[in-house]
């Protein structure tokens, strides 16, 4: 098969999926721009994407020639109309006729504003639903989010962001924990309110008996007040940003990453800390929520209700730190049914689907085994 990516600039959230494809199979990949500042700021490195081949900041022209020049390709877009350059390409792919695909983040539907959305995207289904071959929702809050906005359901498959091992899944060297030790706990992400994190830090402030130390990083305009909601808890140490070699570093010793936000289209971080081997609490309004089980590799919470936040992590500290044992299957599960190689199957299998070559409907490889971690 042949692969067409458009996308805003070549991710870190891409690279795993887009290697593991272009092993097998000739892969395209269209982006406006490298990298974005934002990302640099937040410690990213411009990924390797392996053997496929990378065509940056296209003009109109090149992007209308690389369209035509690839007609029986399979062209997967970042979002419809949310970058130019994509959006350009996109409207002439199904004006063409092509086998068109689409990642799609879920959308805050609360609200004015996200009624507003809900009528964006109403407009969106009317002019391109029907030419979409396959929507690629990110999670089950993205899944519900278009179907609510009217695309045929039959073309929505759940999807998600994928990332690059730090080691060989199954492999880690943590120690055991030592009796009556207790566990590490870690946040990642902006320093922002939709992140949560104020909320975040005065749970753990709350339950600071219950845990051993609390990495914080990221940076953002809550910093001083994120400093003053830790006052007076030696164990949380803000670390400001950090690299992401740094930040797996730190994911291969903690045991549990929080992700509290209001609102995430799907928060990577879980990807990358199951990885690692660490049980994770997520926030339901996170599409990456789809990854955990509430068992062994974490669990969820409403960020809607106040309460659930504290009470959820009390439970979840309660666990205490993981066994090498417990961090090896975590590990090698997130390889299995959350890794690139796992992703390109899924993908392939979506395209098969497609064109009638697979008899069964494909299921996003993470919602096949609930429950268990084989």
């Not at 998600?160 to 030790?181: D, H, K, L, N, R």
């Not at 940076?219 to 164990?235: I, N, T, V, W």
């Not at 993981?322 to 392939?348: C, D, F, K, M, V």
Request: aromatic content about 8%; charged content about 20%; hydrophobic content about 40%.
């Amino acid at each position: 098969m042949e692969f067409v990516f458009w996308q805003n600039m070549l991710s870190i959230h891409q690279s795993a999926l887009i290697k593991a494809l272009a092993r097998k199979h000739d892969v395209l990949l269209a982006v406006q721009t490298d990298f974005e500042g934002e990302r640099r700021a937040s410690g990213w490195t411009v990924p390797d994407m392996g053997n496929a081949r990378i065509l940056l900041s296209p003009s109109p022209r090149e992007a209308e020639e690389t369209v035509r020049a690839h007609p029986a390709a399979i062209h997967v877009f970042s979002g419809i109309s949310t970058y130019p350059m994509v959006y350009a390409a996109f409207k002439q792919a199904v004006r063409n006729g092509l086998n068109t695909m689409v990642y799609a983040e879920p959308y805050r539907r609360q609200g004015w504003r996200g009624a507003l959305r809900t009528f964006k995207y109403r407009l969106l289904h009317a002019r391109y639903g029907k030419k979409i071959t396959a929507l690629l929702a990110t999670g089950r809050l993205g899944v519900e989010c278009y179907r609510r906005a009217g695309f045929p359901e039959n073309s929505i498959f759940e999807w998600g962001y994928f990332t690059e091992s730090a080691e060989p899944a199954g492999t880690s060297s943590a120690p055991a924990p030592a009796p009556g030790e207790k566990p590490d706990l870690l946040f990642v992400g902006q320093l922002i309110p939709r992140k949560n994190v104020l909320p975040f830090l005065r749970a753990a402030r709350q339950s600071g008996g219950a845990f051993r130390r609390c990495h914080v990083v990221g940076d953002g305009p809550l910093r001083e007040q994120a400093a003053l909601e830790a006052q007076g808890c030696a164990q949380i140490s803000l670390l400001g940003t950090q690299g992401n070699e740094e930040t797996r570093k730190l994911m291969r010793r903690c045991d549990l990453l929080v992700l509290p936000s209001l609102f995430d289209g799907w928060g990577a971080v879980v990807n990358e800390a199951l990885q690692a081997g660490m049980r994770v609490l997520c926030s339901t309004a996170c599409g990456a929520a789809s990854l955990l089980d509430g068992h062994l590799r974490g669990g969820t919470f409403d960020p809607d209700r106040p309460e659930n936040l504290p009470r959820a992590l009390q439970e979840w500290l309660g666990k205490g730190p993981l066994t090498p044992a417990e961090r090896n299957a975590i590990s090698a599960w997130a390889e299995q049914h959350a890794g690139g190689a796992a992703a390109a199957r899924y993908l392939e299998q979506i395209a098969a689907w497609t064109e009638g070559r697979e008899r069964n409907r494909p299921v996003a490889p993470w919602a096949q085994i609930k429950g268990t971690e084989s």
